[in-house]
C-alpha cells in the first residue's frame, strides 16, 4: 500500500513474479547484511562498489532487469519492465543514492544501443550485461554542457571507412569501468548546426554528421582524466584520442542520434523520482524514530507545534510522491504511437518528485537539526544527493520548459475548447472573479455535458475530441515487455498530443475539502490563461513562463494523485493534508505570478483569483500527526 512506508524487512514485493521477487529480496538481504556502520564508512571513504558489483553480477540483477525481451536469446526473465525497474531504484535509493547511481547511469548507457538497428552492438551488450558489466552515457561535456549541437567530440572519416573519435566528454557516470560507452559526436566533414538558431527548424542535411557510436572504457585510446566529484560514486571526466570508431560500432546517425538521446533520456530520468522516494522513506524511518525519543523542555521532540507541522506536511509529501510515480507507471507502460501522454508525466516524475524529495530533507533537518550531520546517520549519507537529483538528467528548467510545451493542450484540449472564447469577452481580464467564473462555466461545453452538440456546432473540435479519446490506463503490474519504449519515434510533435478532461477526478475527490479548495485555483488558473494569455513578448521570457509552469505543474501532479488514491483507497485525511499543502503552494506562485515585472494588469488580476486559504481541521491535522509518529522504531537498518 502506498499510504504505507516501504519497510524492506518485511516488504513480500507480491506484485510480482517469482524471480523478480527473488532479485529484490536478495538485493535487500545484500545491503542489511553489509550493515549501517559499512554502508557509511564505505561512503565516507569514496570506496568504489566493486563488492556491490560482484553482487549484481553473481545474481545477474541487471541482465534480468535491463535486458529487453528481444535481446534476451530466450530467457524468459529478462524484459525491461518499467514497474520492476521503478522498484530497484527504489530499494538502491533506500540505502543509498551512490548505489541508485551505478544502476541509473548503465540505464542510460544502454538506451541508444536499444534504440540502435545494430544488431552486432546489441548482442554485444547482452552479452556484456550477462558478464555482469556496466555502462555509460556519454553526451555532456565541460564546456557545452546541454549544448549538444555545438560538440567537441569530432570523427575524422578513414579512406577506408570508419573513423577517428577526438575530443572530451564530462560528468559521465560510470565512465572508469563502463564496457560500452554510448557517445555523441559530430563527423568533421560536415557542417555543425549553429546553436544559437536552434529554435527554427532545422534539415536533415544539417543533422546529417551527427551521430552515437559506443567505445569501451577498457581501450588504451581511451584516456580517464578524473571522477569530477568527491564521492563513492564515479563521475569521469574522459578524452578520446585517435579512438578508432568501425562502422560496426555506429549506433545512431544524423536526426536519429538527437532522437536517441531525448527518447533515452526520457527513459532514464523516470528513476529519479523512485530513487528520491526511497531515500526519503528510509530518512523519515531514521528521523522520525529520533524525534520521538528525544526530550526537551519535558516534552517529546514530535510534540511541539512547528515540529508536528513539518510531520504532518513532509508525510502528506511523502504519500504523494508515492502515490503519483505508483500511477505514472501505468501512463509509462501503457504509452504507445497513439497516446504519448507519458511525455509530460514523465518529466514531472522527474522534476515535481524529485523536488518533493528535497523539500523534505530540507524540512526533516529542521526536526533533527544537529542530529543530522552526524556521522553514523544515513541522513548525512543521503542529503548531498537529494540536492543533486533535481539537477540530474535535464535540469527542473529544462523540465519545466518541457511540461510548457503541453499546458495550452491539457489545460484546453478537449477539456475546455469553449472557454477560450472569454478571451472575446470586454473586459474579462479585470472583470470580478465570481462573474468571470460564471461565465466560464457557462462556455465550458464539457461541464455541460455538451460534447456531442459542441462538435456538431464547430466541426473541428470533432478531430480535437477524437483525438483525446484514449481507453482507462489499466494499472500495470504485469511481466510484460515495455518495448515501446526504445521505439519512441521522433522527439518531436509535442503539440499533437491531447489530454483528456482532468477535472472528474478532481470532482470525485471534492468531499476531502482541500481538493475542492485546489479544484476551485486549477479552474481560476484556466480562467488565467484563457482572458489572459502570456503575449509574445512573454513566451520569450523564460521567468514569467516558470511561474506560469509552478502553477501548472501542480495540476497533473495532483491529477495523478488522486487516481492512484482511488485505488488504493488511500486515507481521506492523509489526502486534506496534502491538498492544505497545494493550496497553500498555489497560492504562494500565484502571488510570485502576480510580482512578476512583464505581468500585465489583467494577469496580476487574475493572478490573485488563485490565493485561497487551505480549510483547516484539527481533527484531521491529529490524525495524521498520529500516523507519522507510529513511525518511531518500525525499522532499523542492520547495524
Known amino acids: ?54 553482487f549484481i553480477k553473481r545474481e545477474r540483477v541487471f541482465a534480468t532487469f535491463l535486458t529487453p525481451a528481444a535481446e534476451a536469446n530466450g530467457d524468459p526473465n529478462k524484459r525491461w519492465d518499467t514497474a520492476r525497474i521503478a522498484m530497484m531504484s527504489k530499494i538502491l535509493g533506500f540505502y543509498g543514492m551512490q548505489y541508485w547511481y551505478v544502476w541509473q547511469v548503465t540505464i542510460l548507457g544502454l538506451g541508444p544501443i536499444w534504440q540502435s538497428a545494430n544488431a552486432q552492438a546489441k548482442a554485444r551488450a547482452a552479452a556484456d550485461l ?169 516534552h517529546n521532540v514530535t510534540e511541539f507545534p512547528q515540529v508536528k507541522a513539518l510531520l504532518a506536511d513532509n508525510y502528506a509529501r511523502l504519500i504523494g510522491m508515492k502515490l503519483y510515480s505508483e500511477r505514472a507507471i501505468d501512463y509509462m507502460r501503457s504509452a504507445g504511437p497513439g497516446d504519448r501522454r507519458y511525455l509530460l508525466f514523465n518529466a514531472i516524475e522527474k522534476m515535481s518528485v524529485t523536488r518533493n524529495g528535497q523539500q523534505l530533507f530540507e524540512d526533516l533537518a529542521d526536526v533533527i537539526a544537529a542530529r543530522g550531520f552526524e556521522n553514523d546517520t544515513y541522513f548525512s549519507m543521503a542529503l548531498p544527493p537529494m540536492f543533486g537529483l533535481p539537477r540530474l538528467e535535464g535540469t527542473v528548467h ?80 504485469d511481466s510484460a515487455d515495455d518495448e515501446f519504449l526504445f521505439r519512441q519515434g521522433p522527439s518531436s510533435g509535442l503539440g499533437r498530443i491531447r489530454f483528456q478532461d482532468w477535472r472528474p477526478i478532481f470532482r470525485r475527490f471534492a468531499h476531502v475539502p482541500n481538493v475542492a479548495v485546489f479544484l476551485e485555483q486549477a479552474q481560476a488558473l484556466q480562467t488565467l490563461l484563457a482572458v489572459a494569455t502570456p503575449t509574445a513578448a512573454q513566451q520569450a521570457d523564460v521567468d514569467f513562463l516558470f511561474g506560469l509552469g509552478e502553477l501548472f505543474t501542480v495540476i497533473p501532479y495532483a491529477q495523478l494523485i488522486l487516481e492512484q488514491a482511488e485505488i488504493e483507497g488511500t486515507d481521506p485525511a492523509v489526502l486534506d493534508q496534502l491538498f492544505d499543502l497545494f493550496v497553500r503552494d498555489v497560492s504562494g506562485h500565484a502571488v510570485t505570478l502576480h510580482g512578476k515585472p512583464s505581468a500585465t494588469k489583467a494577469q496580476q488580476t487574475r493572478a490573485l ?14 490524525a495524521v500527526v498520529k500516523l507519522v509518529r507510529g513511525l518511531s522504531g518500525v525499522y532499523a537498518m542492520n547495524p
Open 609 to 622: 483569483d488563485l490565493v485561497r486559504r487551505p480549510a483547516p481541521s484539527p481533527a484531521r491535522f491529529e
Open 398 to 477: 529544462v523540465n519545466m520548459a518541457l511540461s510548457l510545451k503541453f499546458m495550452p493542450n491539457y489545460m484546453f484540449h478537449p477539456a475546455d475548447a469553449g472557454l477560450a472564447a472569454l478571451r472575446y469577452l470586454p473586459g474579462a481580464g479585470a472583470a470580478p472573479k465570481g462573474l468571470v467564473r460564471g461565465v466560464s462555466d457557462a462556455l465550458s461545453w464539457t461541464s455541460r455535458r455538451a460534447t456531442g452538440p459542441a462538435s456538431k456546432a464547430v466541426p473541428r473540435l470533432k478531430s480535437e475530441f477524437d483525438s483525446a479519446a484514449y481507453a482507462p490506463v489499466p494499472t500495470r503490474r
Open 1 to 54: 500500500m502506498t499510504q504505507t512506508l516501504f519497510n524492506p524487512k518485511t516488504h513480500e514485493f507480491a506484485e510480482f513474479d517469482a524471480e523478480t521477487r527473488r532479485l529484490l529480496r536478495a538485493t535487500v538481504e545484500w545491503f542489511e547484511a553489509r550493515g549501517k556502520a559499512r554502508l557509511l564508512a564505505d561512503a565516507r571513504d569514496r570506496v568504489w562498489y566493486s563488492e556491490f558489483l560482484d
Open 130 to 298: 550477462d558478464s555482469g558489466e556496466i555502462f555509460a552515457f556519454g553526451l555532456s561535456e565541460q564546456d557545452h554542457g546541454a549544448d549538444v549541437y555545438s560538440t567537441d567530440m569530432v570523427l575524422e572519416p578513414k579512406a577506408r571507412g570508419g573513423y577517428t573519435a577526438s575530443g572530451g566528454k564530462y560528468y559521465i557516470g560510470n565512465g572508469n569501468q563502463a564496457s560500452m560507452v554510448s557517445v555523441f559526436g559530430r563527423r568533421a566533414d560536415k557542417p555543425i548546426i549553429d546553436s544559437s538558431d536552434f529554435l527554427r527548424k532545422m534539415t536533415d542535411e544539417e543533422y546529417s554528421g551527427y551521430l552515437f557510436f559506443a567505445a569501451d572504457s577498457r581501450h588504451k585510446n581511451y584516456k580517464l582524466r578524473k571522477n569530477v566529484v568527491d564521492s563513492q560514486m564515479y563521475v569521469a571526466a574522459f578524452d578520446l584520442d585517435k579512438y578508432p570508431v568501425a562502422e560496426s560500432d555506429i549506433l545512431h546517425t544524423g536526426r536519429a542520434a538527437f532522437d536517441a538521446a531525448m527518447n533515452t533520456v526520457n527513459v532514464g530520468k523516470f528513476n529519479l523520482g523512485f530513487g528520491a522516494v526511497g531515500a526519503c522513506e528510509h530518512a523519515m524511518y531514521e528521523g522520525v524514530t529520533h524525534a520521538e525519543n528525544r526530550m526537551l523542555f519535558g
